[in-house]
């Protein structure tokens, strides 16, 4: 399906909107990545990738992009073990 989406848009010019929890995914297919935060879903950051395709993961600026996915992740899965009200409360002072 990669080499299916990459095809279709190099050979259309089309633009395309993937929504993908595969943080792999993400980095071999897209040219920009748009972080969101839980819900409600709200824009943490937007990521330009000028790497060429075919992507190769293990090269050092995806890998280290990859970590940073994979902090946000995980920042994000911490939060969820909180309601609302408390991740408000954790955000006031700081």
Same mark, same amino acid.
């Given at each position: 399906?990669?080499?299916?989406?990459?095809?279709?848009?190099?050979?259309?010019?089309?633009? *395309?909107?993937?929504?993908?929890?595969?943080?792999?995914?993400?980095?071999?297919?897209?040219?920009?990545? *748009? +972080?969101?935060?839980?819900?409600?879903?709200?824009?943490?950051?937007? +990521?330009? +990738?000028?790497?060429?395709?075919?992507?190769?993961?293990?090269?050092? &600026?995806?890998?280290?992009?990859?970590?940073?996915?994979?902090?946000?992740?995980?920042?994000?899965?911490?939060?969820?073990?909180? &309601?609302?009200?408390?991740?408000?409360?954790m955000f006031e002072h700081g």
């Amino acid at each position: 399906m990669q080499r299916y989406v990459l095809a279709t848009r190099e050979r259309t010019g089309a633009t *395309v909107l993937l929504v993908t929890h595969d943080l792999a995914e993400a980095l071999t297919l897209a040219d920009r990545l *748009v +972080i969101m935060s839980r819900a409600p879903g709200t824009v943490r950051e937007v +990521i330009d +990738i000028s790497a060429p395709h075919p992507r190769d993961l293990s090269h050092p &600026t995806l890998a280290a992009l990859m970590r940073k996915l994979e902090v946000h992740l995980e920042a994000e899965a911490a939060l969820s073990e909180f &309601t609302a009200e408390e991740r408000g409360r954790m955000f006031e002072h700081g």
